[in-house]
């Protein structure tokens, strides 16, 4: 009797030990949300919806097999009342900064860079306030095919 009682307790101690190992696993981290792009100039998700202050970590992949220079893509989140066709414009002038153009860094909620074929990266970020935000791919012409809206809630 008085050896199995410390083995019960140990027993207890290593359940209780686990269940505080796993929890943090568990715990809540950004929601992902993957985005394919194409050489056809196609993003694989045109809406997104979040909460505000929710985080999110979006994964652009490019699956496309034409070189970075001529097919390139990125992300760009800009905030509301942003004036799209005015940023893209401004952003094909700006391909070391990954057509990003430095006056209108403001105008970003978030960003991934430019990505060449099979590649990846991601971009963690809040939701910002309730509203409609637009998403494109300021590569030189590509906008008008690859945008989408993040609807905030
Ligand atoms: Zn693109």
Redesign the pocket.
């Known amino acids: 009797m008085k050896i199995r009682f410390p083995s019960l307790s140990l027993l207890v101690a290593l359940a209780a030990g686990l269940t505080a190992g796993v929890a943090p696993v568990l715990a809540a981290g950004p929601r992902v949300i993957e985005i394919t ?1 194409n050489d056809q ?1 196609k993003f694989s998700v045109s809406a997104i919806e979040a909460k505000a202050g929710e985080e999110l970590k979006v994964v652009l992949t490019n699956q496309g097999t034409l070189p970075k220079e001529a ?4 992300w760009v989140l800009l905030k509301a009342g942003v004036d799209v066709a005015a940023f893209a414009t401004a952003a094909m002038a700006a391909k070391d900064t990954d057509y990003i153009p430095a006056a209108k860094k403001g105008d970003v909620v978030a960003s991934i860079p430019v990505l060449g074929p099979k590649k990846s990266a991601e971009a963690v970020f809040k939701a910002p306030a309730a509203g409609t935000y637009t998403f494109i ?1 300021s ?1 030189p012409g ?1 906008y008008m095919l ?1 945008k989408g809206t993040l609807t905030v809630k």
């Open positions: 792009a100039m097919m390139g893509h990125n791919c590569f590509h690859m």
